[in-house]
């Protein structure tokens, strides 16, 4: 039991974060796409081009979001790791 009143070590709690993060981005534009190819399809009489061509479309910003995320992420685990060795090579003993 934590007695100093502090907030516990969330050790899961980024990557629960950038599991949501990427879920949105794959999720929210297919269904954008979906419901909004459906009904420019029905209002042009032209089924089922936008719809697919929508689809494409969604497909291409949810894979460029997840790569955005993802070096994101890399750099900043990087970064974290190096600052790590900086912070023990100066406590190590000689």
């Known amino acids: 039991m934590n007695m100093d009143n502090q907030e516990p070590a969330l050790w899961w709690q980024p990557g629960l974060n950038l599991f949501f993060k990427l879920s949105g981005w794959i999720a929210g534009p297919i269904i954008i796409s979906l419901f909004l190819g459906k009904y420019l399809d029905s209002k042009f009489n032209s089924e089922p081009w936008i719809f697919l061509s929508l689809t494409a479309i969604a497909f291409l910003v949810s894979t460029a979001a997840i790569i955005y995320y ?25």
């Not at 060795?85 to 406590?91: A, C, L, S």
């Open 70 to 94: 993802y070096t994101a992420e890399l750099r900043r685990i990087e970064a974290e790791e190096k600052l790590k060795k900086q912070i023990e090579g100066k406590f190590e003993l000689k």
